[in-house]
């Protein structure tokens, strides 16, 4: 078998390794969102195999992720019809994919959220090819009553499908654990780049932000995520207006893609700015007094990170990866679906800059020491090696040769 793939050693060097069992390394990634943190994920995780020297290939519907990983000079895209919620359109889906990954013959297959991992699982049956599944929070917390227990029924089963069931925290693998997904669960800690990470940034350089944003002056607050219930943007929505009659002059900035209620936004008043979907969200990031993360289901939030990294307090709900994120100092975390509990945390961080700056420079160190990003591509590299020889040892892959480079 071929060397281990690359890891940076601390100096910053890279060591390339494009082989694995002695021909050039061909990963197929498949997705269905295409925007948001599952895609910033998937994106990062492609350009860094790239940088490995490897065959990378992304499967997905048409969005921006394509348009973003065809500027990526050595990866693949391929397009892939497939629709957010499962349906009749399933069958269809598992008919093409399983197309296309006969077409692209992959070594090793990773696939992301749910819809892929349901259909991915299927397509990849009898195909010879180790495959992984990360489900970037659990299926079966988007649903409750029958369809839950059917969600949970299908991820115990299909994490038999798979070698490996990847997860971004140890709250997400727990809750696995506790629904009787134990097949194969691996914890990758999700990562952000640290080479921005900084101390709490001053009142001067907001102001500065601020103004080449065109956001008003006075205490803000910036929520990041894609406009759904997942989210929870309707939760901060509804604790918006208490929120400023005790804060009269703040803002609340949404970024993401999506549509809000119309009657909720006329409750909250002009107070609260739509932004829409941003490629760089860490100007706006920086521009804020406190960051808002109101979910109620996540595996592990990038967007959250983020804010660490620009060095931002964080007022969170208590879903996975929350805890794990924001620690004892870097903001604080309530409980989810209140928004009555998002009140004073916000209003005591908009009141008092001192203890939002204290905890976003604590924020800022502690991703660095506990989540960067490159630390996560090296696992998931190792990961990879591990499923791979090991597949091959036990004849899950085919006989067949990969395609060289």
């Given at each position: 078998m071929g060397s281990d793939?690359?890891?940076?050693?601390?100096?910053?060097?890279?060591?390339?390794?494009?082989?694995?069992?002695?021909?050039?390394?061909?990963?197929?990634?498949v997705t269905q969102p295409t925007h948001g943190g599952v895609a910033a994920y998937v994106r990062g995780v492609i350009e860094d195999q790239v940088d490995r020297g490897w065959r990378v290939t992304l499967v997905s519907p048409m969005g921006s992720l394509q348009e973003q990983v065809r500027k990526v000079q050595g990866a693949s895209v391929l397009v892939w019809d497939a629709r957010r919620?499962?349906?009749?359109?399933?069958?269809?889906?598992v008919r093409s994919l399983r197309l296309l990954m006969r077409a692209t013959r992959p070594d090793l297959i990773h696939l992301h959220s749910s819809k892929a991992g349901l259909v991915g699982r299927l397509a990849a049956m009898g195909q010879g090819v180790p495959t992984l599944f990360q489900p970037h929070g659990w299926s079966f917390e988007a649903v409750t009553g029958f369809l839950r227990s059917m969600s949970v029924s299908w991820e115990r089963?299909?994490?038999?499908?798979?070698?490996?069931?990847?997860?971004?925290?140890?709250?997400?693998g727990e809750r696995g654990r506790r629904a009787g997904v134990r097949a194969g669960m691996e914890v990758v800690l999700s990562g952000v780049s640290t080479d921005v990470a900084s101390a709490a940034p001053s009142a001067e350089h907001r102001s500065a932000v601020r103004a080449e944003l065109r956001l008003p002056p006075g205490p803000l607050v910036v929520c990041v995520g894609r406009m759904c219930e997942q989210k929870g943007q309707d939760l901060l929505l509804a604790a918006w207006s208490r929120i400023i009659e005790r804060v009269p002059s703040a803002h609340l900035v949404l970024i993401g893609e999506g549509t809000i209620d119309a009657r909720l936004q006329t409750r909250a008043g002009p107070s609260v700015l739509l932004a829409g979907p941003q490629e760089d969200v860490f100007p706006w990031l920086s521009a804020a007094d406190l960051v808002v993360a109101p979910s109620r289901w996540e595996g592990l939030s990038l967007a959250v990170l983020e804010a660490m990294a620009a060095g931002r307090s964080v007022v969170a709900t208590d879903v996975d990866g929350m805890r794990e994120s924001i620690g004892e100092s870097s903001g604080c975390v309530v409980p989810p679906e209140?928004?009555?509990?998002?009140?004073?945390?916000?209003?005591?961080r908009l009141t008092d800059p001192e203890?939002?700056?204290?905890?976003?420079?604590?924020?800022?160190?502690?991703?660095?020491?506990?989540?960067?990003?490159g630390r996560t591509h090296d696992t998931?590299?190792?990961?990879?090696?591990?499923?791979?020889?090991?597949?091959?040892?036990g004849g899950v892959r085919s006989s067949r040769q990969a395609v060289p480079a």
């Open positions: 793939p690359i890891v940076r050693p601390a100096n910053g060097e890279v060591r390339r390794e494009t082989s694995l069992g002695g021909h050039s390394f061909h990963v197929l990634h919620d499962p349906g009749p359109s399933v069958v269809r889906e089963l299909g994490a038999r499908m798979c070698q490996r069931v990847i997860c971004v925290s140890e709250a997400e209140d928004p009555d509990a998002l009140v004073p945390p916000i209003v005591a203890l939002a700056a204290v905890e976003g420079s604590s924020a800022a160190r502690r991703v660095c020491e506990l989540f960067d990003v998931i590299a190792r990961l990879y090696q591990e499923v791979y020889r090991t597949a091959a040892i």
